[in-house]
């Protein structure tokens, strides 16, 4: 934890209980938010993504047979 959190965590703790709970309301709303932005893809991985799944490419038996003859 950062000073600064650990300093607006202090003053919070002597705020009126509703308050405190509207504080911790903006805290969480804001890790939910990390979190979210986190998972979201971006535009171009979208776009990648439907690409790939408009033609998709599998190897054959016989390019597998190869890979594994190769590295085995």
Partial sequence: ?????DKA???ARRLSDAR???AA?????????EAEDALRLSTGQIEEVKRR????AYATDAEMSAFF???A
């Fill in 9 to 11: 965590i202090e003053q």
């Fill in 20 to 22: 405190q709970d509207e």
């Fill in 69 to 71: 003859t190769r590295f």
């Fill in 25 to 33: 309301e903006i805290l969480l709303s804001l890790a939910a938010q």
């Fill in 1 to 5: 934890m950062t000073r600064l959190l």
């Fill in 53 to 56: 799944q408009a033609a998709p």
